[in-house]
């Protein structure tokens, strides 16, 4: 059992950045692919970024690209989520989730949420314009 832990979420001014990380539990974090999700009040839950388990690949919606980075550092098991040019929209519950299998090699294999394993328990991000 993988547990994983986000942090680093808050109110911001549009405009403004965020980092958000989770921490994992496991060793095994490096043979795992890592995403985010988010899940705004009223809507159903949302990819937003994946990142396969070398960190050689990343992917992104439409919604978020160029304004979002995920990273990971598999040396201190987490994933980071760098949001800047934050909108009111982005406002959300963002969820880090983890693949056991590691990833795929196209976007499609990881915005299922049905792709991951295990799922952190979320931390709000607010977005005031």
């Known amino acids: 059992q993988v547990q994983l832990v986000e942090s680093g979420g808050g109110s911001v001014q549009a405009g403004g950045s965020l980092r958000l990380s989770c921490a994992a539990s496991k060793r095994t974090f490096s043979n795992y692919a890592m995403a985010w999700f988010r899940q705004a009040p009223g809507k159903e839950r949302e990819f937003v970024a994946a990142?396969?388990?070398?960190?050689?690949?990343?992917y992104y919606p439409d919604s978020v690209k160029g304004r979002f980075t995920i990273s990971r550092d598999n040396a201190k098991n987490t994933v980071y989520l760098q949001m800047d040019s934050l909108k009111p929209e982005d406002t959300a519950v963002y969820y880090c989730?983890?693949?056991?299998?590691?990833?795929?090699?196209?976007?499609?294999?990881?915005?299922?949420?049905?792709?991951?394993?295990?799922w952190g328990q979320g931390t709000q991000v607010t977005v005031s314009s």
């Open positions: 989730a983890a693949d056991r299998r590691g990833g795929g090699d196209t976007y499609s294999d990881y915005v299922g949420e049905s792709e991951y394993d295990y």
């Open positions: 990142i396969n388990w070398s960190g050689g690949s990343t």
